[in-house]
């Protein structure tokens, strides 16, 4: 690296890295890439993993997790394979890269997409993943795994966000991959908790525990669910007592008994809809309902307890 | 700067030699602030002149104004907008490398964030001229950094 003489005698650069630093960590994205348009010296620091994990978290932590993170990872390994090899023949005419399957044909649901992969590629080589991450997903090319908010349920889908108007898209993960949103706020996202597939049931490890006043999501599909999407759908809904039980603390079995009841706030107390009875040990999808999953964090419970109440008042 | 009869440490000020042989007072309470001041004083005693060779006179009054501020208090939003107002990027630069040379901490987190808030929107030229370096890159480099740029943040103009 060049250094020429300035009118201060001191460079910044003569700094100990930790002081350049102290300053790159306040530089927005895009002022990040300017700078590595400086020098080459620049160009290193300024696309470090470091700097881009907390833009990361910043921007995209509420909306992308640990399980879209895994799609990521399963892409750069498919990118930064040689030429020809097995892998690498994932990528297909379009130049996309297809995340990872599940389900069998017909019911086959796509992890994740990334478009226009081969920009990619460069950054990858050079270990940059973070940066590259970024911006696949403020480029809006990744496709990542997300659950979007509709009234009292949360539904799987693949989203892509547009950087102009700071909203996203989305798409259905079976493989006809059909647009189900448009202009979806940031408000009605959340990431992905478990590795859901749209295409096939989960596999619920609560069920031994649950007890009445436990909070869960459940999977359920209508009769009129669009094919090969039978399990994209989350509902709130809290664990109630049996029938036959006093709801009195002390005495209650329930935790015991072979049938789950499941009691969904929204509908009066009086209504068929409001209760369910599952068995706790089957693994039957010939039903509408799918797996379940015991919801732990206060923030979750919380936000449901405000779309009911929000639901209440309509 | 008046300096009391008492012997309490509050009110004792210590004496600052610039690299440039000029002398000037600061309140011991402040000095504890700039903590290679501090280590100074540690080691050659509260009564000598401290040396400093790496800080100037163009700057060290702006330093010394800040903590004066800080001791008693008064650093606001107001005030910090108010002190970095009429100063020009390279002033600015100075007063960070001295801040960061006296291991002043307070402000030098302080400039880090307005150099950053000053660098947001300036070209890459201006960046260049700013830290002393040339543009090393080969034209392909350059081009590879210019595609980059345009499809990975839609909407957003390119500056130059």
């Known amino acids: ?34 700078m ?26 509420r909306v992308f997790g640990h399980f879209a993170f895994k799609e990521w990872q399963w892409h750069v390994t498919i990118i930064t394979k040689e030429e020809g090899s097995v892998l690498n023949q994932q990528i297909n005419i379009l130049n996309g890269s297809l995340g990872s399957f599940s389900g069998s044909w017909p019911m086959l649901c796509v992890g994740s997409y990334l478009e226009e992969c081969h ?8 270990n940059h993943f973070m940066m590259a991450l970024y911006l696949s997903l403020e480029s809006g090319k990744f496709w990542f795994p997300a659950q979007l908010y509709r009234g009292l349920y949360v539904h799987d889908a693949l989203v892509s966000y547009n950087s102009i108007t700071d909203t996203f898209r989305a798409r259905t993960r079976s493989w006809n991959g059909r647009i189900v949103g ?15 597939s749209s295409c096939v049931r989960h596999v619920s490890d609560c069920f031994q525990e649950l007890k009445p006043g436990d909070h869960i999501e459940i999977q359920w599909r209508g009769n009129t669910q669009a ?19 006093n709801e009195n603390e002390n005495y209650c079995l329930c935790q015991n008994s072979e049938t789950l009841v499941v009691e969904f706030k929204q509908y009066p107390q009086r209504s ?10 089957t693994e039957d999808s010939a039903g509408n309902y799918g797996g379940i999953r015991k919801l732990h964090s206060q923030e979750e419970i919380q936000k449901w307890n405000e779309l009911l109440d929000h639901q209440r008042y309509i | ?40 004083i540690d080691d050659l005693g509260d009564d000598i002149t401290i040396p400093l060779h790496n800080v100037f006179s163009k700057e060290l009054p702006k330093i010394i104004e800040y903590y004066k501020k800080d001791i008693t ?77 345009a499809w990975s943040f839609r909407g957003i103009k390119e500056d130059e």
Request: with cysteine; proline share 2%.
């Open chain 1, 1 to 34: 690296m060049k250094k020429i003489e300035t009118s201060s005698k001191i460079s910044l650069l003569n700094l100990p890295e930790s002081t350049l630093d102290v300053i790159l960590e306040l530089l927005s994205p895009i002022e990040l890439i300017n």
């Open chain 1, 36 to 61: 590595s348009k400086v020098c080459t010296y620049l160009r290193g620091k300024c696309r470090s993993d470091h700097l881009w994990d907390n833009h990361m978290k910043h921007k995209w932590g």
């Open chain 1, 119 to 126: 920009n990619f590629k460069s950054l990858l080589l050079a």
């Open chain 1, 182 to 196: 448009n202009d979806i706020h940031w408000d009605k996202l959340r990431f992905s908790p478990v590795e859901t």
């Open chain 1, 227 to 245: 094919p090969y999407e039978w399990f994209a759908d989350w509902w709130y809904a809290v664990i109630g007592h049996l029938d036959s039980c």
């Open chain 1, 272 to 281: 068929s809809m409001r209760k369910a009875k599952l068995t706790r040990h």
């Open chain 2, 1 to 40: 700067m008046a300096q009391e009869a008492s012997s309490s440490t509050s009110s004792k000020t210590i004496s600052l030699k610039t690299g440039d042989g000029e002398i000037f007072e600061i309140e011991a309470s402040a000095a504890k602030q700039m903590k290679t001041v501090q280590r100074l």
């Open chain 2, 73 to 149: 208090g008064e650093i606001t939003k107001d005030f910090e907008a108010e002190f970095v107002k009429d100063l020009n990027d390279d002033e600015v630069k100075v007063l960070f490398l001295a801040a960061n040379y006296l291991d002043a901490n307070k402000l030098f987190e302080f400039l880090s964030q307005n150099i950053a808030d000053r660098l947001e929107s300036k070209s890459v030229e201006y960046v260049r001229k700013y830290f002393g370096v040339e543009n090393d890159f080969t034209p392909e480099e350059e081009s590879k950094l210019r595609e980059e740029r």
